[in-house]
């Protein structure tokens, strides 16, 4: 996916006041500011109780459901290899977060995993540093994991 393609999905998703962060790839290039290499798509961690209007805005761009395994995420897809991979993420009282996963556990939001990078001039909502390399652990990774984690490290210097 081009930048341009993922500043759509975000200003539609804005336009809908849903709670979003990047993550991924592209969460990774706002904390450092650049894309740092090509991605498939957009990886986002959605308010869960804003899932519908989430799902409701990526139709209204054009997106069709592709993969649908929810609770733990869904992923959507539009004409022109353009694909958003949702991930809903469950809130507490005091902001932590959990999204399921497949073996009927949980990934962990903490309050402090939230924060705001950039890319070009836009603000981008996203995964801390830290939530970033939680993230990128438990499985063996893959060239476009093993770029992203040398990046974070980068930042964390």
Known sequence: MRFADDVRVLDELESHQVPFWVAGGWGV???????TRTHRDLDLAVDAAALPVCLQAL????????????????EYAAPGDLWVDV??????????????????GHFDYPPGAFTVGRIETRAIPCLSVAQQRAFHSGYE????DLHDLRVLAALEE
């Not at 290039?29 to 894309?35: D, G, P």
């Open 141 to 144: 990774p893959r060239a476009q």
């Open 59 to 74: 139709a209204s761009l054009g997106y069709e459901r592709e993969t649908d395994w929810l609770p733990v995420r869904v």
């Open 29 to 35: 290039a706002a904390l450092a500011a650049a894309q």
């Open 87 to 104: 991930h809903p993420v469950t809130f507490d009282e005091a902001g932590h977060g959990r999204q399921h996963d497949l073996d009927g």
